[in-house]
């Protein structure tokens, strides 16, 4: 077996024990394969262990294994969005994880109008108000994403998104990921039944688990499954 197909059976197992651990199903959880800098045949691998879902963080990296890739992938941006590249992502891409302001979110609505299509968007968190992460910051979250949920007919929020403090011990992110849940639900409270939110994308190779544990319906691991990076992507 190669190493791509091991570390998914890994990871597979991980996600089963804590999905056991915190009853739930392990249906509730989506696993979205980190595929940037990697090759197109690091994706081939894990779509042949059963992988349907990639994440990429730049839109020009995106596109460009998408032209390359006949496989019936869906495609998740998941690194910041600059607003002069949201035009190339309507029916390219299954979900936009990075809204982090309604300025962009109106011009992924322009686009998507453009297109004939309605755009499902996370909301990005800076759930630890780090200096150097994008996102929203959690005091301005409720206000911001029920505005962003609420002005554009072509773009759905359908959840958060965050990028936890990088750690070596996954339990200091437990409370970041709890108040990620607690914030989803506080933006329910101020949403109508038909706008609620569900998706909760949070959890890295380092503390996918325990986001899972706190109630993650999409984890993003990229060095547990394809190894580590030749080099390092900034945000
Ligand atoms: C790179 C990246 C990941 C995956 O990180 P790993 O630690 O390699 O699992 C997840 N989310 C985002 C936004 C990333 O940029």
């Known amino acids: 077996m190669n190493e791509i197909a091991n570390n998914l059976e890994t990871i597979e197992k991980k996600i089963r024990a804590a999905c056991e651990r915190s009853g739930r199903k392990r249906e509730s959880v989506t ?19 059963g992988c349907t879902q990639f994440g990429e963080n730049k839109v020009q990296e995106l596109m460009e294994k998408q032209k390359h890739c006949s496989l019936p992938l869906s495609w998740h941006l998941i690194g910041h969005l600059q607003i002069n590249k949201v035009k190339y992502l309507p029916g390219a891409v299954k979900l936009i994880h990075s809204v982090d302001s309604e300025k962009l979110a109106a011009e992924i609505d322009r686009q998507a109008a453009k297109h004939g299509v309605v755009m499902d968007v996370l909301c990005e968190i800076n759930i630890a108000s780090e200096e150097s992460k994008f996102g929203i910051l959690p ?8 505005r962003i949920a609420t002005s554009f007919g072509h773009v759905s929020v359908k959840g958060l998104m965050c990028v936890a403090p990088r750690t070596d011990d996954a339990q200091t992110n437990r409370p970041y990921f709890r108040a990620m849940r607690q914030l989803l639900e506080s933006i329910n409270g101020e949403l109508g039944e038909d706008k609620r939110l569900s ?19 999409m984890v993003r691991v990229g060095t547990g499954i ?10």
């Open 139 to 146: 005091e301005q979250a409720v206000e911001t994403v029920k």
């Open 199 to 217: 998706e909760l994308s949070m959890g890295m190779s380092g503390d996918f688990e325990t986001a899972i544990e706190e109630g993650a319906t």
């Open 31 to 49: 696993l979205i394969a980190v595929s940037k800098t990697k090759p197109l045949s690091d994706i081939e691998a894990a779509y042949l262990s």
């Open 226 to 235: 394809f190894g580590k990076r030749d080099y390092e992507i900034t945000a």
